[in-house]
């Protein structure tokens, strides 16, 4: 299983950033894919989630109205659309996939992405 995260960048605040995940070496009915991130000094948290069921996502209360998940199964790949970017945004962005039910364990998930930097500045 492999996941290649992209699309992160330098963009003011008030921006849009769109950021993908894609993903080989897989193919299951049950999953859950989850961007995370993780700025300097601080641990790895949860930013969106998104399930096979139709309608099943979350976000983060820091990030709602403002971030929107998507996922393309016939591409295994997940996105990230970022609007309204503030400068609180900025770290670095990881995508992650677990075989199973939703959950916002980090410490669950079976595979991650390598990151991709997202910093939010003028």
């Known amino acids: 299983v492999q996941l290649q995260a992209s699309g992160g960048g330098l963009v003011q605040p008030g921006g849009s950033l769109r950021l993908s995940c894609a993903g080989s070496g897989y193919r299951s009915s049950v999953y859950t894919y989850g961007w995370f991130r993780q700025a300097p000094g601080k641990e790895r948290e949860g930013v969106s989630f998104?399930?096979?069921?139709?309608?099943?996502?979350r976000y983060a209360d820091s990030v709602q109205g403002r971030f929107t998940i998507s996922v393309d199964n016939a591409k295994n790949t997940v996105y990230l659309q970022m609007n309204n970017l503030k400068p609180e945004d900025t770290a670095v962005y990881y995508c992650?996939?677990?075989?199973?039910?939703?959950?916002?364990?980090?410490?669950?998930?079976?595979?991650w992405g390598q990151g991709t930097l997202v910093t939010v500045s003028s």
């Open positions: 998104i399930s096979e069921r139709p309608g099943s996502t």
């Open positions: 992650a996939i677990r075989f199973g039910s939703m959950t916002y364990d980090v410490r669950s998930y079976d595979a």
